[in-house]
């Protein structure tokens, strides 16, 4: 017997915003108030949680999850009027959506889904279709300019915050991904790839991306730690950088930093 399930996803272009397990997180920390219970309801790690976020942010070109202004009992964390509405219209979809797949699954039962069976091996190669990448940092935006050259093209891809990150891939790659302005795509950057830096009006570096902003996380760890900037103009980049550094740099919330990395660091995709 054929069985048939399915999952709402929200897209905006290029740009995703989530699934089902991206908006029970929503939901839990809206009524829990705190990302460290709202974890605990739908079974992450409080590192898992704040990934998430970050990437929903990042994805949305929008907050969706913001930390509340600290008082007499102390802060939290909220839901913006963005997320309360995308999860308004998640479950009404959501509601849909169950009874469109119960008579999908009639249908290609019976045999009549578009005049022929639908084949759980036809299925399945559609599911392997869908591509996921271990890249800790995905951002999002659109193809501003295309520069040439006999071997290799430099993409500059511009993000919704306005600042942008140059890539260098080979010219078979821009004509494969039909890269041209205009285009939505993304960029995948390994946190591994990633530097920190302070700001330095006199600093010059080879480095094509130097992106500015606010530190707004640090894990430690037993060697190396990862420090999460928030970007001017919005989203985030993680990195992972020795233990050593968090002491030698100063590094703490709030402190401003640059998220440093190669053009050649940068993987061009497309939706």
């Known amino acids: ?5 399915g999952a709402i996803w929200f897209r905006a272009g290029a740009r995703e915003w989530g699934g089902k397990d991206r908006i029970a997180l929503l939901a839990a ?4 108030g705190s990302i460290t219970a709202a974890a605990r309801a739908v079974g992450l790690s409080y590192k898992a949680a704040w990934d ?8 949305a070109g929008e907050p969706l999850v913001a ?6 009992g102390g802060g939290g964390t909220r839901l913006t009027d963005r997320a309360e509405q995308l999860i ?11 009874r469109f797949v119960a008579w999908l699954g009639a249908q290609a039962e019976t045999g009549t889904l578009g005049g022929d069976v639908a084949s759980g091996q036809d299925l399945e190669l559609m599911r392997r279709f869908t591509v996921r990448t271990s890249a800790r ?5 659109q193809v501003e300019a295309v520069r040439t050259g006999a071997v290799n093209d ?26 041209a302005p205009g285009v939505e795509a993304f960029g995948l950057i390994k946190a591994s790839s990633v530097l920190i830096g302070l700001p330095d009006p006199e600093g010059r570096l080879s480095a094509s991306n130097q992106l500015p902003g606010v530190v707004s996380r640090i894990v430690p760890g037993a060697v190396n730690a990862e420090v999460v900037l928030a970007l001017d103009g919005g989203g ?18 709030g402190a401003r930093a640059i998220a440093i990395f190669k053009a050649s660091s940068v993987i061009v995709g497309t939706l």
């Open 29 to 32: 920390i809206g009524e829990q």
């Open 88 to 98: 308004r219209t998640y479950r009404t979809l959501e509601a849909e959506h169950r």
């Open 154 to 179: 430099e993409i500059t891809l511009r993000l919704p915050g306005g600042q942008a990150i140059v890539a260098t891939i080979t010219r078979e790659s821009t004509e494969t991904l039909e890269l």
């Open 52 to 59: 998430a976020i970050d990437a929903m942010n990042n994805s």
């Open 236 to 253: 985030t980049v993680a990195a992972i950088v020795p233990g050593t550094a968090i002491g030698d740099l100063a590094l703490a919330e």
């Open 67 to 72: 930390r509340a202004a600290g008082g007499k």
């Open 1 to 5: 017997m054929l069985e048939l399930e």
């Open 137 to 141: 940092n995905k951002l999002f935006g």
